[in-house]
Each structure stands twice: as structure tokens, then as C-alpha cells.
T-cell receptor
Framework: AQTVTQSQPEMSVQEAETVTLSCTYDTSESDYYLFWYKQPPSRQMILVIRQEAYKQQNATENRFSVNFQKAAKSFSLKISDSQLGDAAMYFCASFSGTYKYIFGTGTRLKVLA | DAGVTQSPTHLIKTRGQHVTLRCSPISGHKSVSWYQQVLGQGPQFIFQYYEKEERGRGNFPDRFSARQFPNYSSELNVNALLLGDSALYLC??????????FGPGTRLLVL
């Protein structure tokens, strides 16, 4: 069975500092995608970053980057130069060839001014 | 371009009733997925439709059904509503490498 685990219910970071959100997953599929989504309070879920499992290189989108450790089934999100607008719930998610999306329980990120 | 739209935004029903939620995908997107998000939890996958065919299904009872129309819009139907069906229902349309683009959701309250 596919699972996605986020073990940090809440994290805090000082503005301009760096924070890392953890995610582990499990799948028996060889081909899959991993995602981080951001859900601001009372606002729409938006894509932060995407990683194809077959790619060795870690994905990067501006201040957001991932540390994808395939053997360890780990997919952490690093946010550099944190901004007040980064405050949100962050969800890690996986998609595989069984056409099912699995989301983690989320990590609430607080950014302190 | 318009994003994913959902209607209605809010809905109140009583136990045992039936509800229909609607979703219009981003223009050019052929897949639509539905999720249930209970307060404080991550979204739970219900269905994915692609080209009007069901392509994936999560662990939800048969009271939940969906369909996709020729214009790729979609409906989610829930029969015999239970209190536990109260949640935010999210629709997402799919594009490149299965990335999901989410709508604002329909908040359903079952009394």
C-alpha cells in the first residue's frame, strides 16, 4: 500500500531563515511522482514543487528545494530565506501508476517576524 | 486563464439527503480528481476521471459516485449523507506529470 508520513505537525521559522519539512513515503511502484503542496489559511492548495522518482537530481523552484533520498524513501522540503507569506499548511503527496494520490497529514509552518 | 472552479462554495444538508457538487477544470485539462478534506487533515483521494472514464478510486463507500462530461467538467454525488461526510470537497484538474491544480473547494456541512 502507498503511504505518506509527515511527522512534524507544526514547525516555526524566523523570517529570512531556512527551514526543512520532513516527509517519508512508501510505495511498491517503480515509477511515481512526489509533490509538495501549500495550503494557506482559507485559500486554495497550490503546487510548490514536483519530483519525478526516476530523476536523481533534486528539484528546485526559487527558494524551495527538495532532498530526495530514494533508497530511504525520504522527500524533505527546504525553504530558504523564509517569508511571512510562506506561512501555511504544507502537504507532501505521492502519485503512482495505480492512479491514486496519497497525501500526508500536513505540517503547519509558522513564520515569525 | 481561469483556474479550476467549483460550485457551490458552501452547502448545508441534513442526514440522509443527497448532494451534487460540480467542478470545471482548467481549459485544456482532461482529467479531474476529487478529494475529501476533513478539518485538520490532508486531502483523501476519492476519484480520478480522465477522458470521461474512471481511472482511479480511493477507499470510499459506494455512496460516493462521480462522472465526467464531454466538456471535461465533473460532478461528485454523495447519497445518504452521514454526519461524517462534513468536509471540504476539493476538485483538481490534471496536467503535466500528474500535477494537480486545485479549485477553492465546496464546504459541506451535514446536520
Amino acid at each position: 500500500a502507498q503511504t505518506v508520513t509527515q511527522s512534524q505537525p507544526e514547525m516555526s521559522v524566523q523570517e529570512a531563515e531556512t527551514v526543512t519539512l520532513s516527509c517519508t513515503y512508501d510505495t511498491s511502484e517503480s515509477d511515481y511522482y512526489l509533490f509538495w503542496y501549500k495550503q494557506p489559511p482559507s485559500r486554495q492548495m497550490i503546487l510548490v514543487i514536483r519530483q519525478e522518482a526516476y530523476k536523481q537530481q533534486n528539484a528546485t523552484e526559487n527558494r524551495f528545494s527538495v532532498n530526495f533520498q530514494k533508497a530511504a524513501k525520504s522527500f524533505s522540503l527546504k525553504i530558504s530565506d523564509s517569508q511571512l507569506g510562506d506561512a501555511a499548511m504544507y502537504f507532501c503527496a505521492s502519485f503512482s501508476g495505480t492512479y491514486k494520490y496519497i497525501f500526508g497529514t500536513g505540517t503547519r509552518l509558522k513564520v515569525l517576524a | 486563464d481561469a483556474g479550476v472552479t467549483q460550485s457551490p462554495t458552501h452547502l448545508i444538508k441534513t442526514r440522509g439527503q443527497h448532494v451534487t457538487l460540480r467542478c470545471s477544470p482548467i481549459s485544456g485539462h482532461k482529467s479531474v480528481s476529487w478529494y475529501q478534506q476533513v478539518l485538520g487533515q490532508g486531502p483523501q483521494f476519492i476519484f480520478q476521471y480522465y477522458e470521461k472514464e474512471e481511472r482511479g478510486r480511493g477507499n470510499f463507500p459506494d455512496r460516493f459516485s462521480a462522472r465526467q462530461f464531454p466538456n471535461y467538467s465533473s460532478e461528485l454525488n454523495v447519497n445518504a449523507l452521514l454526519l461524517g461526510d462534513s468536509a471540504l470537497y476539493l476538485c483538481a484538474s490534471g496536467s503535466y506529470q500528474e500535477t494537480q491544480y486545485f479549485g477553492p473547494g465546496t464546504r459541506l456541512l451535514v446536520l
